[in-house]
């Protein structure tokens, strides 16, 4: 009797481990917070950053990896090169924020656009995959557009092309 105890406290622990590695690959950094923050209605479910003054993404707080590669990029601080250049314009800052460039958002004035908030100033992860309240909320995989990767048959205005294109940083066009 006492072995086949052993047997079914071994099958648990080992149901244990395989379900709990199951669900995510990565680390849960927010656990004390909230994991995101009501966007206003005129962001059109786009949550843009979860603590702008370190620029953590609201997508960070789960997709922690993504998050430290996207610190990594350009993207990271685009609205910042763009006020560092002088020239900023009202026609720059789509490109410098989350709005409706570069993903399959059919509305135009939405995200930063719309809000003029600062939570969604510079490229993050939704300006690719789109809004992410729905993800957040109910969270599956396969929810979230999947990355953008530079199409040689896409037309000029897909995608990454919306905003790398004519003179700025045109890698569309070559």
Request: net charge negative.
């Amino acid at each position: 009797m006492p072995r086949l105890r052993w047997t079914y406290r071994w099958f648990a622990m080992a149901m244990l481990v395989v379900g709990t590695s199951a669900c995510v690959d990565e680390e849960i950094v927010y656990r004390d917070a909230p994991p995101f923050t009501n966007p206003p209605q005129a962001a059109a479910n786009f949550l843009g950053y979860h603590d702008e003054t370190v620029d953590k993404t609201t997508c960070g707080n789960c997709h922690v990896t993504q998050q430290a590669k996207w610190e990594q990029t350009g993207h990271s601080g685009a609205w910042e090169t763009l006020q560092a250049t002088g020239r900023s314009q009202a026609t720059c800052e789509p490109c410098h924020s989350i709005s409706a460039k570069g993903n399959a958002v059919t509305a135009t004035n939405v995200g930063y656009t719309s809000t003029h908030d600062s939570r969604y100033q510079d490229v993050q992860c939704e300006s690719c995959h789109g809004p992410g309240l729905d993800h957040v909320t109910a969270p599956a995989r396969g929810q979230m557009l999947p990355s953008v990767h530079v199409d040689t048959g896409a037309t000029i205005t897909d995608g990454c092309a919306e905003c790398h294109s004519g003179s700025a940083h045109p890698f569309a066009n070559e």
